[in-house]
């Protein structure tokens, strides 16, 4: 009797942040990158994020994971030479700082442009992340840069919603968490391949993963209820068999601005905080219909 063939569903591939692992365990005994790619392995992440530090390079491909760039570009002529040196390295998603906080639309545009340009050219898919400090620091912002991007080269930007930012611009409360966010736009998030999974409230962009003594934080409760589960049923929604998502839990050192003295070990936060994604993401996968 034939086997049954397999139904291809969407993918998700969930990534550590090398930023993570700062100074780790201690600013005077850190981690090689090579120790902290093989730690990252070993705890179930699918990859790393981060720039193109040639020793993290070698790490990435000698325990054979993924890899998932990042960089800032502030203008057209950064855009060719920042995105070469991914491409050298097989590098094929890529999260774009753009500009800065008060960059108009104007000029931030040409920039947005020509990353796309380049990315197309080279194989590549950045993506323009909704990041504090950027052009698209605002919802407003994000959205102006889109629409005008849309208007005038008849295609859609390609984005990285990272929700952290604009939840604490607009304050919301838990309830509310996914509806706000997809009151506007829902397109451009549910075509994005890239995201950022930070866990917050509507007053902090970054909160605990668990208490620090093997149980999960509350508010981490209501993030992945009021946030995750949403989110992800929203992105599955009509997406396609081969459509992947490629997500990188954005939890910042102590001393970044992020992670507070009081919080417990950010990096095992991150390792519970990946293993209760993954199990949203299946409960949400079994429900997804091709």
Known sequence: MAKKKAVQKPKLFIYAAAWTLQNYPSAEKQWSPETKVKRAKEAGFNGISHGTDPEWAKAIKKHGMGWVG????????????????????????INIQLCDHDTEVSKSLPVARKVMQVGKEMG???????HRDTCTETPEKAFALASAYEKKHKEK?????????????????????????????LD??????LTHLRTFTGSHCQTPVTNGRGQLDGDFIAWRDNYVKPMLAAWLQGARADKELHAVIE???RGSGYALECFPDVWKDAIVARGEVEKVWKSQLRKWKK
């Open 70 to 93: 990042g960089v800032d570009v502030a203008s057209v002529a950064e855009a060719a030479d920042k995105l070469q040196k991914f491409k050298d390295n097989g590098v094929t998603h």
């Open 251 to 253: 939890l910042g050192p």
């Open 157 to 185: 930007l390609r984005m990285n919603f990272d929700h952290s930012h604009p939840v604490i611009v607009k304050q919301l409360r838990p309830p509310s968490f996914w509806s706000r966010l997809a009151e506007h736009r």
């Open 124 to 130: 590549l898919k950045p993506a323009i992340e909704v």
């Open 188 to 193: 451009l998030f549910k075509m994005q391949e």
